[in-house]
C-alpha cells in the first residue's frame, strides 16, 4: 500500500487534493504545506472545517495520516502551551477524518534545553493524540543545527516518552544530512511512518524516486522486514491535476514492484 502526501497536488486547497486523490483510489498524507500555501496558520481553521465536512465517509477513509503544521513553533518565540493549544485544534480534526498517524517536527529552541523542551511539549501531545486514537510519529529534520536532526536525538525523546510515539524517517532528509543508515540502525525499531522522495543530496528538492541520490535499494530491502510502517511519498508537484496524478501512479507502481 502506498501513500500520497497531498504536497503531490500542492496547487489545489486541502480538500480538493485530497478529493482529486481519493477519487483515484490513492491513500493519502493531509500535508500542512497545502495550508500554507493558501493562508497558512490564518486561514487553517476554516480549510480545516471544509476538510471534515466537506468528506463523506467514502472518502475519508483513504485519509490515512496528517501532517502537522511546521511553522510558528519555535519556543524561544512563542509559549509551549500556545504551540500545544494548536496542535490540538489539528489532533481534534485529523481523529473526525480518522487518520491513523499524526506527524510533527521537533520544537526549535536555542535559548533552552532541547531535550526537555520537547520532552514538554511531546508528553504533552502524545496523550492527546492517544485520547483520540492516532499515533505521534516524530520527523527527523533537515536543520543539522536542530534538535531531531540526529538519530540519537529522536532515540531519545521517543525511548523517554514511550508508549504513542514513534518515529517518521523523512528519507530525503536522511539523504541530505548523510545519516540514512544510521538512522535505520538507530532508531529501526521505533519507525512508524516513511516520507519516501529524492534529492540531490543538498537541496530539499521532494523528488519522486530515482531522480536523485537516495540509496532506494537499502530502503526497499528495510521494508521488506518491517511489518506495519506506512510509506508516505512525499513528492512535491505543481504541474496539471492529471500531470501530477501520473507521477504518484508511476511512483506507486515502482514501489510496487521493489
Not at 510558528?72 to 473526525?96: F, G, N, Q, T
Not at 544510521?182 to 543530496?201: A, K, M, P, R
Not at 530502503?219 to 507521477?247: D, H, M, Y
Request: net charge negative; glycine share 6%.
Amino acid at each position: 500500500m502506498s501513500v500520497f502526501s497531498t504536497m503531490i497536488l500542492l496547487n489545489l486547497r486541502p480538500l480538493e487534493a485530497v478529493k482529486a486523490l481519493a477519487l483515484e483510489g490513492l491513500y493519502i498524507e493531509l500535508d500542512y504545506d497545502n495550508f500554507a500555501l493558501f493562508g497558512g496558520k490564518h486561514a487553517e481553521d476554516a480549510m480545516l472545517k471544509e476538510v471534515v465536512n466537506g468528506l463523506g465517509e467514502d472518502l475519508k477513509r483513504f485519509v490515512r495520516t496528517v501532517h502537522m503544521p511546521y511553522d510558528e513553533i519555535d519556543a524561544d518565540v512563542m509559549p509551549l502551551e500556545s504551540i500545544v493549544e494548536r496542535m490540538v485544534k489539528w489532533l481534534d480534526a485529523a481523529s473526525r477524518i480518522g487518520v491513523e498517524v499524526a506527524v510533527f517536527h521537533t520544537i526549535k529552541t536555542v535559548f533552552r534545553n532541547p531535550l526537555e523542551t520537547n520532552l514538554e511539549f511531546f508528553r504533552t501531545v502524545v496523550k492527546e493524540a492517544m485520547e483520540r486514537g492516532i499515533i505521534v510519529a516524530v520527523e527527523n529534520r533537515l536543520e543539522k543545527e536542530l534538535f531531531g536532526s540526529s538519530p540519537k536525538d529522536l532515540k531519545e525523546l521517543v525511548e523517554i516518552i514511550g508508549e504513542g510515539i514513534g518515529v517518521c524517517l523523512d528519507v530525503g532528509h536522511a539523504n541530505i544530512t548523510k545519516t540514512l543508515q544510521q538512522f535505520l540502525n538507530t532508531v529501526g525499531e521505533h519507525i512508524v511512518e516513511l516520507h519516501l522522495h529524492d534529492n540531490d543530496g543538498q537541496k530539499d528538492l521532494h523528488r519522486p524516486p530515482q531522480t536523485g541520490t537516495v540509496n532506494w535499494s537499502l530502503i526497499t530491502q528495510w521494508l521488506k522486514k518491517r511489518a506495519g510502517v506506512i510509506p508516505v511519498f512525499e513528492i512535491s508537484c505543481r504541474e496539471s491535476v492529471k500531470n501530477c496524478i501520473a507521477i504518484a501512479k508511476s511512483a506507486s507502481e515502482w514501489f510496487a514492484h521493489h
